[in-house]
C-alpha cells in the first residue's frame, strides 16, 4: 500500500489486483473493521481510504480483499495485507525531481 494525494485529500491505496474483489477491509489500529467499495483502476481493482481524518498521532492500517458476490452470500476475504504504519498529520516525503550539483569547485 502507498499514500496518495489527490486534489482534495490524502489517500491508502494498495495495488490493483485482477482478482473478483467487490468491497476492502481496513482495519485501523485496535478499532474493527471498515468496509469501503473497491475502486476500479486500470488493471482491476484496488482498495483506497482516505485518511485525512485520522486523529493526530501514530496509526497502523491493514487491509483485506472482500467478494461479498460470492457463492450462498458467504463472503470470500484475503488474509490481511502486512502492516502500513503512518503518523498523522501525513507530511510527503521530499522527493528530488533532478539531481542536485555535485563535484563543486572554485574557478578563475
Known amino acids: 500500500m502507498c499514500i496518495s494525494f489527490d486534489t482534495f485529500a490524502w489517500k491508502l491505496v494498495s495495488d490493483p489486483t485482477?482478482?473478483?474483489v467487490t468491497d476492502c477491509g481496513f482495519m485501523v489500529d485496535t478499532y474493527g473493521q471498515i468496509t469501503l467499495p473497491?475502486?476500479?483502476?486500470?488493471?482491476g481493482k484496488r482498495c483506497e481510504a482516505t485518511i485525512d481524518a485520522l486523529p493526530a498521532g501514530a496509526h497502523t492500517i491493514q487491509a483485506k480483499f472482500i467478494n461479498s458476490a460470492a457463492a450462498a452470500g458467504d463472503p470470500t476475504e484475503s488474509s490481511?495485507?502486512?502492516?502500513?504504519?503512518?503518523?498523522?498529520?501525513?507530511?510527503?516525503?521530499v522527493v528530488n525531481v533532478i539531481g542536485a550539483p555535485t563535484n563543486m569547485s572554485i574557478v578563475p
Not at 473497491?38 to 488493471?43: F, L, Q, S
Not at 490481511?80 to 516525503?93: D, R
Request: neutral net charge; proline residues 13%.
Open 18 to 20: 485482477a482478482q473478483a
Open 38 to 43: 473497491a475502486i476500479v483502476v486500470t488493471g
Open 80 to 93: 490481511l495485507s502486512l502492516p502500513f504504519s503512518l503518523t498523522m498529520p501525513y507530511v510527503a516525503p
